[in-house]
């Protein structure tokens, strides 16, 4: 089980930004595995926004419109999300996720056994 805390959350206005940020822990093989982040937006089904794989493979979300921004640290666990031009619609919490031993990346929620607490974005008009 790999051990995931987000933190970065918080409230901002209209066309603000915000980096969200995601350490992991407990792989059992640094060569192969995922990091994704995902958000539920209240009334809408759980959507994927980013994922990069340990080999360092970026993939996007089509909800991202290109507003969002994936990188990894150094030490290769912990995962950021930028994210710019925030509007109320991106109000939601906001999930890392992980998939220890994958080859590839997947965009499901179906493919993370291991998911963080999350933590919350309130964008207000």
């Known amino acids: 089980t790999v051990h995931l805390v987000e933190s970065g959350g918080g409230s901002v206005q209209s066309g603000g930004s915000l980096s969200l940020s995601c350490q992991a822990s407990g792989f059992r093989d640094s060569r192969y595995y995922c990091l994704a982040w995902f958000r539920q937006i209240p009334g809408k089904e759980r959507e994927a926004l980013a994922s990069?794989?340990?080999?360092?493979?970026?993939e996007y979300g089509s909800s991202v419109r290109g507003r969002f921004t994936l990188s990894r640290d150094n030490d290769k666990n912990t995962l950021r999300l930028q994210l710019n031009s925030l509007k109320p619609d991106d109000t939601a919490m906001y999930y890392c996720?992980?998939?220890?031993?994958?080859?590839?990346?997947?965009?499901?929620?179906?493919?993370?056994?291991?998911w963080g607490q999350g933590t919350r974005i309130t964008v207000s008009s």
């Open positions: 996720a992980a998939e220890d031993g994958a080859w590839v990346c997947g965009m499901a929620s179906k493919y993370f056994p291991d």
């Open positions: 990069m794989h340990s080999g360092g493979s970026v």
